[in-house]
């Protein structure tokens, strides 16, 4: 007799919607089959290019599997998730019965490496963040959203990166995101006219046109400023914009690649370091988040969730002097930072009502465009060019100004062909080893690139 199950999950940035059911656990038996049976689907389609959706510049990229009918053989939707987002989100735009079950973010990979694994209160539908959501499309525990019943087709207003990025190996699309979180720089608007000269996003966008521009803004900062005042806060806030214009991912035929993007980075955060144009901050420290609401630091690398909900000028009735007083203008480079994806897990037992979620949250118009009016940038090209276009829009927090029209160009631009399944393990060796380089403790950037690789090795990454 199949025990219902009841977990939930969460999402928490991301960009897809789910569907709230509750799935029954399946016998071990029954797992490896449908495990197999996906793998063999995944195979067939590359072997025989049984079809793609063409990328933008014509290239083929996606591989589409054969749409399958799907149904409900329980009577609620089981999800996990890390926070309250992603639920609230169901249950606003979405009339599918489910029940949530949620786990702290220390322990949440953990917990569902461990119901993935055993198959006991599995869920029908999870939810993962930029950093770790690759492993489970790359694994066999999710399903393809064809699997669901949802066809390529009806994708066609998405960003493409955020398709890139919920693929397989195979380029079989198994994850959906509501949300995309292209990067600008949030700016004190007063700050940057008494060091920099100018306070309108149009002109101060100059400061940050180049990294050199950038670098000659810092220093213009801190000498004007007498020290008082940096551009940035730590080096690590432009580190995104590094990783994601790189051309090669850091493991290709399972060799290591330190892309020329990570080579400079070394050189320009070596240079903020030496000369003193950050405050050496960590990004999520006390001082990090701090120095936005002190005055003390000039701009903010980041999406818009980042300043709505986690730096003290975006929150209502948080540092409410800093409300409305900062900007938003393009980056160096174009990145982005965060988001949560959508995934069905090969457990579901509720594939109708997880693609009816996965529909409702991140295929819907009018959801979606609920959702940009309370300043979201949602994974939709039309809705966020017309957003980008409206005269009438603006968010407060920043000042009466449209931000979808700053973000709009680097959504549209954004690669994220080069993401790898181990790169959240990747990413933490190499700012360890860049960080130790940045401050003496490593002496050269030969030394820096060895102890990256050899962590690598001891992590059996690499050989």
């Given amino acids: ?222 000498d004007k400023s007498a020290g008082k005042v940096k551009l940035i806060s730590g080096i690590d806030d432009i580190w995104r914009s590094y990783l994601n214009t790189r051309t090669q991912g850091w493991i290709v035929n399972g060799e290591l690649v330190i892309d020329p993007e990570m080579e400079k980075y070394f050189d320009l955060g070596k240079t903020l370091f030496d000369e003193d144009l950050t405050w050496k901050t960590t990004q999520w420290s006390d001082a990090w988040t701090n120095n936005a609401g002190n005055k003390s630091t000039v701009a903010y690398f980041g999406p818009m969730w980042l300043g709505h909900f986690c730096l003290p000028f975006g929150q209502d009735g948080y540092d409410a002097d800093q409300f409305g007083t900062w900007g938003l203008t393009n980056a160096p480079a174009p990145s982005f930072w965060g988001g949560t994806w959508m995934m069905a897990s090969k457990y579901c037992d509720m594939k109708a009502s997880c693609a009816q979620i996965m529909r409702d949250i991140s295929l819907t118009d009018a959801n979606l465009q609920a959702m940009a009016d309370e300043g979201e940038f949602v994974n939709s090209v039309k809705i966020m060019e017309a957003q980008a276009a409206n005269t009438n829009f603006h968010v407060d927090w920043l000042g009466g100004q449209n931000p979808a029209a700053v973000l709009l160009a680097s959504a549209s631009t954004i690669d994220n062909s080069t993401v790898g399944q181990d790169d959240q393990s990747i990413n933490a060796e190499f700012t360890a080893a860049a960080n130790a380089y940045f401050d003496g403790t490593i002496g050269s950037v030969a030394e820096a690139e060895d102890t990256f690789t050899n962590a690598l090795k001891d992590l059996g990454i690499i050989s």
Wanted: with cysteine.
């Fill in 1 to 222: 007799m199949k025990t219902k199950k009841i977990v939930a999950l969460v999402l928490s940035m991301a960009m897809v919607l789910g569907v709230v059911a509750a799935c029954t656990e399946k016998t071990p038996e029954s797992s490896a089959a449908s495990s197999e049976a996906s793998s063999a689907a995944s195979s067939e389609a590359t072997e025989s290019s049984e079809d793609t959706t063409e990328s933008d510049s014509g290239e083929a990229q996606f591989t589409e599997l054969e749409i399958a009918e799907v149904s409900d053989d329980s009577d609620s939707v089981l999800i996990y998730g890390w926070n309250e987002e992603f639920p609230g989100l169901v249950d606003k735009y979405s009339q599918v019965k489910h029940t949530v079950v949620t786990t702290d973010s220390d322990h949440y990979q953990a917990k569902l490496d461990q119901v993935l694994t055993s198959g006991e209160e599995a869920p029908d539908l999870f939810v993962c963040d930029a950093d770790y959501a690759s492993k489970y499309m790359n694994s066999t525990n999710t399903l393809a959203i064809n699997d669901l019943g949802i066809a390529y087709a009806e994708l066609e207003q998405m960003y493409t990166y955020t398709l890139q990025f919920a693929c397989d190996d195979s380029n079989i699309i198994k994850g959906l995101a509501w949300q995309a979180c292209p990067c600008g720089v949030f700016y004190n608007r007063a700050l940057t006219q008494e060091y920099l000269g100018v306070s309108e996003p149009e002109d101060v966008a100059a400061n940050f046109a180049s990294w050199d521009a950038f670098l000659d803004a810092a220093k213009q900062v801190k």
